[in-house]
């Protein structure tokens, strides 16, 4: 069953290919230089080894369904909460867990897009206020609701990381994390978007026009 839950994880890191879209207002990143990442791979590749989890219940969403936010503004909140969640669990793991862990770190370091506070309050707020439903994850999902759901996984997994069935599962999903990363620090050095703001001072105006014409 191990075996089977892997490959279905590593099958879907090789199928994995995103085009990458810049925008013209981002949230940018560190500039620090970035880990190698073929490194990264060959440290958590057999993290899960000898460990019987099940397919249902997931941490992480299914590649495909995550795939939807990648160049929505919600990514860096996103991304940045999946950080933080693999941060508890590889704490609460042991020494064992301490080289990846800090490994992790320095990935979030370089690849980490700055999240766009506005859009990461609401999304944290959304996910907060709404309850979870585990059969929505599907292809047909819109990305904001795909973001809500997988902060809602997360937040549902820290709960019950005092089950090791639960730190266990978040381990071996950790051998597919690659794929939600951003494909390299070059190919995605603008981060992502974030809304534009509003000219507040257009209106005033507008009605200042309007209150010149009626005095004509």
């Not at 090789?14 to 500039?31: I, Q, Y």
């Amino acid at each position: 069953m191990f075996k089977s839950a892997v490959d279905t994880w590593l099958l879907a890191i090789l199928l994995a290919n995103v085009e990458w879209a810049e925008g013209e207002e981002t949230a940018t990143k560190t500039s620090a230089p970035c880990v190698d990442r073929e490194q990264w791979t060959n440290l958590v590749i057999n993290l899960g080894e000898g460990i019987e989890t099940s397919h249902d219940q997931n941490i992480l969403v299914r590649p495909s369904v995550f795939a939807k936010i990648k160049e929505e503004p919600t990514y860096g909140c996103v991304l940045q909460k999946i950080f933080e969640f693999y941060d508890r669990v590889l704490q609460r793991s042991g020494e064992n867990y301490t080289d990846v862990r800090h490994f992790a770190r320095r990935l979030r370091k370089c690849l980490l897009p700055v999240p766009c506070p506005k859009v990461c309050r609401r999304l944290y707020k959304k996910a907060k206020s709404t309850s979870m439903n585990e059969t929505s994850e599907s292809e047909s999902l819109e990305p904001k609701k795909v973001a809500v759901l997988q902060i809602q996984k997360l937040q549902q997994a820290l709960e019950q990381l005092d089950d090791v069935k639960t730190r266990e599962k978040a381990i071996v999903e950790l051998t597919a994390l690659d794929f939600y990363l951003p494909k390299s620090q070059e190919e995605d050095s603008t981060g992502t978007k974030c809304p534009k703001k509003q000219n507040r001072k257009s209106k005033p105006k507008k009605q200042a026009s309007l209150k010149r014409q009626r005095c004509s």
